[in-house]
């Protein structure tokens, strides 16, 4: 379980395909204070399991499910990524409930600066609109969010220069894609209006 804070941004060093997988090593050095071989660690909002792993620098794994549904595939080396630990028991959910299971990939559609914050537009595939509502929240390359605006197929969110500078958003241009995790709260509510209205029994 994650928060959408993200502690700092990685370098991808290696990338290795193993058919339908892929062994992913990364430079980092903050989420690898007190690592352990198991550790869970949220790369761009992905949750990946950490196999092996050096005082700045950790090796994953990553299965075909992830690669397909994230832009983990399409990563590079020295491509960057936000990087978050799992979160505490004790510690303070200063964004929201993230999973570390992406729902997919949105584009970049268009980015709005302005003087102090910048606004960016994404696309929104059919099957996620649902989850998406103005004031609520998103996780974006692991990045917690709120959304500004909602559309049929599309939504803004509003980025402040912290944002910009400790994320990949700083350099998110037109065109790229983005990670997207709705929040799980809509689903779990969904599926049980879901079930009820088919008549499925749902305890009371």
Request: aromatic share 4%.
């Amino acid at each position: 379980m994650f928060t959408g804070i993200v502690e700092e941004l990685g370098t991808a060093k290696t990338i290795e395909r193993q058919g339908d997988s892929a062994r992913l090593s990364l430079r980092a050095h903050k989420v690898l204070e007190q690592v352990q071989h198991g550790a869970s660690i949220a790369v761009n909002g992905v949750c990946l399991t950490v196999v092996a792993h050096t005082a700045d620098e950790f090796t994953v794994d990553v299965m075909a499910e992830s690669l397909d549904r994230s832009s983990l595939g399409a990563l590079a080396p020295g491509g960057r990524v936000n990087l978050e630990r799992a979160v505490r028991a004790d510690g303070r959910l200063d964004g929201h409930i993230v999973q570390g299971h992406v729902d997919g990939v949105v584009e970049v559609l268009r980015r709005d600066e302005h003087d102090r914050w910048t606004e960016v537009r994404l696309s929104l595939p059919a099957h996620l609109a649902p989850y998406v509502a103005e004031k609520g929240s998103v996780a974006l390359d692991g990045v917690s969010l709120t959304v500004a605006s909602v559309r049929d197929s599309d939504f803004t969110v509003c980025l402040i220069p912290t944002t910009l500078e400790l994320t990949t958003f700083g350099e998110r241009a037109v065109g790229d894609p983005v990670n997207i995790e709705v929040d799980v709260l809509a689903k779990y509510v969904e599926r049980m209006v879901t079930l009820r209205a088919t008549g499925t029994a749902v305890p009371a």
